[in-house]
């Protein structure tokens, strides 16, 4: 079993940029500052590769909207 990610602090996630490591369908991981975190997309699925915007935080999971000019699927 792995361990439970930290919880993670808001003001110090919101805002930054990352990348989806693993397809968001809705969740799965993103890289952000060198750390992959567990992340939920906003709306819709986000592909592998989709640069993103962390926009919110439950507890241990950052929740992240694709840059803009990127889309989400439906």
Known sequence: VAPTPPILDPDLWIGKQGVVTSALRPAGKVEVDDHEVPARAK????????????????????????????????
């Open 43 to 74: 709306s819709g699925l986000l592909s592998s590769g989709t640069p993103v915007r962390v926009v919110g935080v439950d507890s241990h999971t950052v929740i992240v909207k694709p840059l803009d000019g990127e889309k989400e699927k439906r």
